[in-house]
């Protein structure tokens, strides 16, 4: 038998290992997909931006505010920082559904506004495909239509694409005082 010089060798095992190999996987197309917040809100399922939602919180304790609307709670502190909190099912004439163990808040955070909104529960992170997102529906109560701008349909589930942008800059939800 021949010895090998260990460069040879080297080949060798190369050789025979290239020879055993199994190809890379099949190329994958990578699909786009737009995150969000899920939450519920009268039997609905809504999905709000990652850049509007700062914060997510279990229901703290408030203290009540006179002269405000039946849909400002209260005012809590939070980290040293008052933050309202708004019942968003009674803001749109409803009421919280989920047990009261199951609701959250939702804390926006923009420009000058730092507001807290209670909802009937979250759904945590929704990573959903672009390819599934649609125009916002049709048959949407109209308190909802101003701030719905999409909707994402899966198998049965369908994902509202809530702008919290659009209710901050709602003149109804700024103005809180009982007038």
Known sequence: MQSQTPYLALVDIARRAKAQ?????????????WTGIGFSLLGHNFVASMDDVVELLEVPQYTFIPGVEPWVKGVSNVRGRLLPLIDLAAFYGGHLTGPRQQRRVLVLERDKTYVGLIVDGLHGMQHLAFEYAREAPTDLIEPFAPMVHGQFILQKDRWLVFDMRALINDSRFMDAAVH
Do not use: D, M, N, S
Request: aromatic share 8%; hydrophobic share 25%; proline share 15%.
């Open 21 to 33: 190999a199994t190809g890379l996987p099949g190329r994958q197309e990578i699909k786009p997909y």
